[in-house]
């Protein structure tokens, strides 16, 4: 059975870092098409935060987070990360990861068929 499980999330200052991770046990990331990072705030939609190719060479970034925030992968590992930096209290939210399921749209929630049960970081002002 294939699963994924974030890690790494907690309670930092403004403008602190934090390193998530997204480990894969069953099949191995490098044959997922892709692999993302949503986050949901209370009362919020799940919103696409960043995204990373099957080889790793393709990166996407929500405007939000783009020159904050570098997705990256391990295949070695089975590992996808998300480190994260000159974090906001508005980045405050439980990150998920998830495999993408196919077709063309990588920006939304629906396109993606595995989520992992999420990870917590809250950003203090």
């Known amino acids: 059975q294939v699963q994924l499980v974030e890690s790494g999330g907690g309670l930092v200052q403004a403008g602190g870092s934090l390193r998530l991770s997204c480990a894969a046990s069953?099949?191995?990331?490098?044959?997922?098409?892709?692999v993302g990072w949503f986050r949901q705030a209370p009362g919020k939609e799940r919103e696409f935060v960043a995204r990373?190719?099957?080889?790793?060479?393709?990166?996407d970034y929500a405007d939000s987070v783009k020159g904050r925030f570098t997705i990256s992968k391990d295949n070695a590992k089975n590992t996808v990360y998300l480190q994260m930096d000159s974090l906001k209290p508005e980045d405050t939210a439980v990150y998920y990861c998830?495999?993408?399921?196919?077709?063309?749209?990588?920006?939304?929630?629906?396109?993606?068929?595995?989520w992992g049960q999420g990870t917590q970081v809250t950003v203090s002002s």
């Open positions: 069953g099949r191995p990331f490098r044959s997922y098409a892709a």
């Open positions: 998830a495999r993408h399921g196919g077709g063309t749209s990588y920006y939304s929630a629906i396109t993606y068929d595995l």
């Open positions: 990373i190719g099957w080889s790793g060479s393709i990166t």
